[in-house]
């Protein structure tokens, strides 16, 4: 079965420090998503990644594809941050037409 | 454009009782999603549309039936409510390989804001 696992679950953190979350998967895939859930709310997509690094704000999102990993990280960290972050990957492979597969998520909780 | 709205927002039933939850959206995606999610586990598919008229199943389709019989609107049907259907439901679409906006990709993928179902 293809899974994907993330790490750590949970993180709590100071405020402006550097955070790391980590996602792999198992097998290749045709895109990589980071989404964030803040409580009570909806899912927003953060970044979608095929290859290489991509930065938006304090948040960059690397992938490397030959270790089937991928990090999100997010510089100065600030109380407003707190949320799930859910890594989701899009396995290609027959019958599936190319659907999610999603991680538990890591909730990030920042503390002024 | 609204995007993906979920309709209703939050719903208690009775074991037993059947609804309907309704997720449009005004995009023009051919593909859409209803996925569960469940305290310490990812989103599951529930099922999904690759188009108008098209429906199939996803991991966890038992207790639950859909529609699509409009290119906007997906709407998931619980015919007799358990509790194990308690949960939070997102809705979601994506553009058609090959045909998404300008700026856009056919892999991003756009939530709803999710109904919370609580089934007695």
């Known amino acids: 079965k293809n899974e994907v696992e993330q790490s750590p679950q949970n993180l709590t953190a100071q405020e402006g420090e550097f955070i790391t979350i980590n996602c792999s998967y198992s097998?290749?895939?045709?895109?990589l998503h980071w989404l964030q859930q803040h409580p009570g709310g909806g899912i927003v997509s953060l970044f979608m990644l095929s290859s290489g690094k991509k930065k938006h704000g304090r948040l960059i999102a690397t992938i490397n594809i030959q270790e089937k990993h991928s990090s999100l990280h997010i510089t100065a960290s600030h109380p407003r941050d707190s949320a799930v972050y859910i890594c989701a990957v899009r396995y290609n492979y027959g019958g599936s037409q190319g659907n999610l597969i999603f991680g538990k998520g890591t909730k990030l909780s920042v503390k002024p | 454009n609204a995007g993906v709205t979920q309709t209703p927002k939050f719903r208690v039933l009775k074991t037993g009782q059947s609804m309907t939850l309704l997720c449009a959206q005004d995009?023009?995606?051919?593909?859409m999603y209803w996925y569960r999610q469940d305290p310490g586990m990812g989103l599951r598919l529930i099922h999904y549309s690759v188009g108008e008229g098209t429906t199939a199943k996803g991991e966890v389709p038992d207790g639950y039936n859909v529609s699509r019989l409009k290119k906007q609107n997906f709407l998931l049907g619980l015919e007799s409510a358990a509790p194990s259907q308690t949960s939070v439901y997102f809705c979601a679409s994506r553009p058609t390989p090959g045909l998404a906006a300008p700026g856009s990709s056919y892999n991003e993928q756009f939530f709803g804001p999710g109904t919370r179902l609580t089934v007695l």
């Open positions: 995009m023009n995606h051919e593909y």
């Open positions: 097998v290749g895939i045709s895109a």
